[in-house]
């Protein structure tokens, strides 16, 4: 009877109202009948499965719940950003009346103070929506941390500042359970070995994102961990990794199938981006497979949208110059129809082969 986290938690809530809503429908039309010992049985049950779940994980435990729990996500995503950035503006208005020995105690306490106030609200908070804002502020206060003592003590700045900035953030992360921090972290990790491919060809660690192949490594390491480390403590995790995986692969393909000159290689900047447009395609369309194989919805929707913007981009290269505006935009609808179409009928094929 026990859920092993809140989001198992929420979705046997939401499949008892589906439950319940589809026995009255079939009630009604005299498809089944219980008895009232039965149905008061039934109804009792449910309730101390809702009642248990709200004690245990604060559930949504209705609709109008689920629609204000939506509004608190968003609140605290806002709220955590400018507490973020109010501690960060708050120690760049007072930092020149500090000597230097308050300025190295003021940054390590701030770091260690709203870390294990973190701690202490998680252990209190149910919701998770006040731990993502206190885990923010330490987020914030940890990368001044590193900031700010670089510039005391005149150290020059590297992209290894990235690396802790990233541990920080994954610990908060695992520790809390939360995916604002995860994804915080990965943008770390992304940046860091983006910068680092970036040194290897030859570059300043700070024009990494002047190749944008630099970028791929990462997409490799991000979509090989969660087939490496199991997530199953904790939700959504391994989706993300996926997601940003897909990103970082997919967006610097079509920056280079617009953009040539960007590339390491030394080929004819017009042979370059036939290349990455074929890329594009291919790696869009194998994202949709695969995403449908796996039932990854988020690889299903990042590859759709990412194939559709490569189309879209192409069609503008070749048509908008030559058509009649009425007329591209008509091929233009005229695509999405039969894309569709086509991902009506990947809808249909697991149902199929079922029957």
Same mark, same amino acid.
């Given at each position: ?40 049985? %039934? ?9 248990? @779940? ?20 968003? /609140? ?7 507490? /973020? ?6 120690? @760049? ?14 940054? %390590? ?10 701690? +202490? ?7 998770? @929506?006040?731990?993502?804002? /206190? ?5 914030? *206060?940890?990368?001044?941390? $590193?900031?700010?003592? =670089? ?10 500042? %990235?690396?802790? +900035? ?7 992360? #695992?520790? *809390? ?10 943008? *770390? ?5 983006? /910068?680092?491919? =970036? ?5 300043? +660690? ?14 490799? %390491? ?51 981006? =036939?290349? #990455? ?10 994202? $949709? ?13 990042? =590859?759709?949208?990412?194939?559709? $913007?490569?189309? @879209? ?8 110059? $030559?058509?009649?505006? #009425? ?29």
């Amino acid at each position: 009877m026990s859920a092993p986290s809140r989001t198992d938690a929420q979705q046997r809530a939401d499949e008892i109202r589906i439950f319940q809503r589809e026995l009255a429908r079939l009630q009604h039309d005299n498809v089944i009948a219980l008895s009232a010992a039965q149905s008061q049985a %039934l109804a009792e049950h449910h309730e101390r499965l809702l009642v248990e @779940y709200a004690a245990a994980f604060d559930i949504d435990r209705d609709t109008h719940a689920k629609q204000l729990s939506l509004g608190m996500r968003i /609140a605290s995503f806002l709220g955590a950003l400018a507490l /973020a950035a109010s501690v960060f503006f708050l120690f @760049y208005q007072f930092w020149g009346m500090l000597p230097t020995a308050a300025q190295v105690g003021v940054l %390590l306490t701030a770091v260690l103070v709203t870390f294990l106030v973190t701690l +202490w609200i998680q252990g209190r908070d149910d919701t998770g @929506y006040f731990t993502k804002l /206190a885990a923010m502020v330490a987020f914030a *206060c940890f990368v001044l941390n $590193i900031y700010m003592l =670089g510039q005391i003590f005149n150290i020059t700045p590297s992209d290894k500042a %990235l690396l802790p +900035w990233a541990a920080f953030a994954f610990l908060l992360a #695992y520790a *809390c359970d939360l995916r604002l921090l995860l994804a915080t972290g990965i943008l *770390c990790v992304v940046a860091f070995i983006a /910068a680092r491919t =970036g040194t290897w060809g030859g570059m300043y +660690w700070l024009d990494f994102g002047q190749r944008p192949e630099n970028f791929l490594p990462a997409a490799v %390491l991000l979509f090989a961990v969660p087939q490496w480390i199991a997530h199953r403590r904790f939700s959504g995790f391994a989706a993300i990794y996926r997601l940003f995986a897909l990103l970082t692969l997919l967006l610097p393909m079509l920056v280079l199938a617009n953009w040539g000159d960007a590339s390491y290689f030394e080929f004819d900047p017009d042979f370059i981006e =036939g290349i #990455y447009q074929v890329l594009g395609f291919v790696t869009s369309a194998a994202a $949709i497979w695969l995403g449908a194989r796996r039932q990854w919805p988020e690889v299903v929707n990042t =590859g759709t949208t990412m194939f559709v $913007i490569f189309l @879209y981009t192409k069609f503008f290269d070749w048509w908008w110059e $030559i058509m009649p505006k #009425y007329l591209f935009f008509l091929v233009v609808g005229l695509t999405a129809i039969l894309f569709l179409v086509v991902l009506q009928r990947l809808r249909k094929t697991p149902r199929s082969r079922a029957a």
